[in-house]
């Protein structure tokens, strides 16, 4: 495709490409490009000559001290997690990702979602063991600091439970924020040693076809996976986001298996058995499995599910960031596929009837949340928000209707661990009212 320069004319335009007030993408190259040049304003800013600047308290006196390790700003305290077992009863603790409230393309250590099955272990690395063995010739022990003097790779990688947006399988769109409906799902730049040179150096005997991976923590979590993706990208993290990984995503050493489900990427790493077949554990036979449309099939399941499929969701706006007044506002959200990279995002205003390709933030990375934007003129009216994303291996996002077509109908009481409600990944909508209030919607 051709480079397009920007022309005078692209200062009075902001052209409308799709219904509800969708503008072009390269509006998105400066407020001149929305037509507001001639006031000399961005959308939301006000005259300089209505307000004098004033000297601020901080700008008079020396500030506070400096941690050695920073938190945010108290005035950023809302920024935060969502709990679903705060009390710490004696069953599983998710902890949901605010997407609303963050900006970018990687989620923050202190931010990102986790599940953890009976608490977080508290682990010695220098006690700390990781064993490969099984179907190989040579078994080897590795510590965290055996570890680090192999050669070290760092990529982003999203992590995705394949519960997320479980409430999407209710009959009626259930009203909750997008950090409780798409919490589920995070993503970090992590650093490790390739599994498949570990492998390698163990040797593997050519009748292994699967490894079992094992967690040390209470429920010694394990699932079996396939060998051909051991050899592929799958890496042992020991870095997250720059730092050691934090003690709820897996310190000190964890499975990472980009783009699949997050039930398999094994936190606590201790072992990795090869084998010939998969050992059909508890968490694979019984919790993440995916039912096949009821009727045709007799109520029977997939038997394995590894790939988080692609999927979008607009951050901004959505249930409780309402608009404030009709005027310009940029529609941001996050797209990624467990099969590569993102290759098309398209949002629409008006209920999927007509749709406007977002501009997608580059670096655009395999397996990784992708950043789309696009600039959009509410005019005060009823609106239906929504996000549909393509990958570049030729997978796109179901919408509502196509997803129950292939899923059968969604009856289910939506509930993370229950057998029915794994991997939707259909398009979400936002209905925005009159009053600029933005809730949950079928569309
Ligand atoms: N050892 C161990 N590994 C585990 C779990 C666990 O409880 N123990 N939870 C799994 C589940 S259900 C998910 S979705 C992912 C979540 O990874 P995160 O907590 O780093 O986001 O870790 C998986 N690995
Ligand atoms: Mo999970």
Redesign the pocket.
């Known amino acids: 495709m051709k480079r397009r320069t920007r022309t005078p004319d692209d200062h009075n335009q902001a052209e409308q490409v799709a219904g509800n007030g969708l503008l072009h993408r390269r509006a998105l190259l400066g407020t001149a490009a929305l037509g507001v040049v001639g006031a000399g304003l961005g959308p939301n800013a006000t005259g300089a000559a209505a307000e004098q600047l004033v000297e601020p308290p901080w700008g008079l006196q020396a500030g506070n001290d400096t941690p050695p390790y920073q938190t945010p700003s108290k005035f950023a305290k809302n920024v935060v997690r969502s709990l679903s077992n705060p009390k710490f009863e004696p069953r ?1 603790s998710l902890s949901r990702t605010p997407h609303h409230l963050l900006e970018g393309a990687t989620t923050p250590n202190g931010l ?7 608490g977080i272990p508290d682990i010695d690395p220098a006690a700390h063991r990781f064993l490969i063995h099984g179907l190989v010739k040579r078994p080897l022990v590795f510590t965290l600091d055996s570890l680090l003097r192999y050669p070290l790779t760092s990529r982003p990688a999203f ?5 997320n947006s479980a409430p999407l399988f209710s009959p009626k769109p259930i009203q909750a924020d997008l950090q409780a409906l798409h919490g ?1 799902a ?1 993503c970090a730049e992590w650093t490790g040693v390739k599994l498949s040179h570990l492998l390698e150096e163990c040797g593997i005997d050519p009748s292994a076809k699967w490894f079992i991976a094992e ?3 209470a ?1 010694h ?1 394990m699932r079996s996976v396939p060998l051909s993706k051991g050899l592929d990208d799958a890496m042992i993290a020991l870095y997250q986001n720059g730092e050691p990984l934090m003690p ?3 310190f000190p050493m ?1 499975l990472l298996l980009p783009g699949w ?3 398999l ?4 790493l201790r072992r990795i058995k090869l084998v010939t077949e998969p050992a059909m554990s508890f968490w694979e036979s019984q919790v993440y499995t995916e039912p096949m449309p009821e009727g045709k099939t007799g109520g029977k399941a997939y038997q394995f599910t590894f790939i988080n499929e692609v999927k979008s969701f607009i951050t901004r706006p959505s249930p409780g960031l309402d608009l404030k007044q009709p005027g310009i506002y940029e529609i941001s959200g996050i797209a990624y596929s467990g099969r590569g990279k993102i290759a098309k995002v398209m949002i629409s205003a008006d209920g999927g009837r007509s749709w406007a390709d977002a501009a997608l933030q580059a670096p655009v990375m395999s397996k990784a949340f992708t950043r789309f934007r696009l600039p959009w003129r509410w005019s005060g009216g009823p609106v239906i928000l929504q996000s549909r994303a393509w990958d570049d291996q030729g997978y796109y996002q179901p919408t509502r209707a196509e997803f129950i077509a292939a899923r059968g109908e969604l009856d289910a009481v939506p509930s993370v661990m229950a057998f029915k409600n794994h991997h939707i990944n259909a398009v979400t909508s936002w209905a925005v009212d009159q009053h600029g209030m933005v809730k949950h919607a079928y569309a």
């Open positions: 599983s990102h979602f986790t599940i953890n099955h009976t992590v995705e439970c394949g519960g589920l995070s967690g040390a923590d429920p979590l709820g995503n897996g964890r489900e997050g039930n990427n094994i936190k606590f």
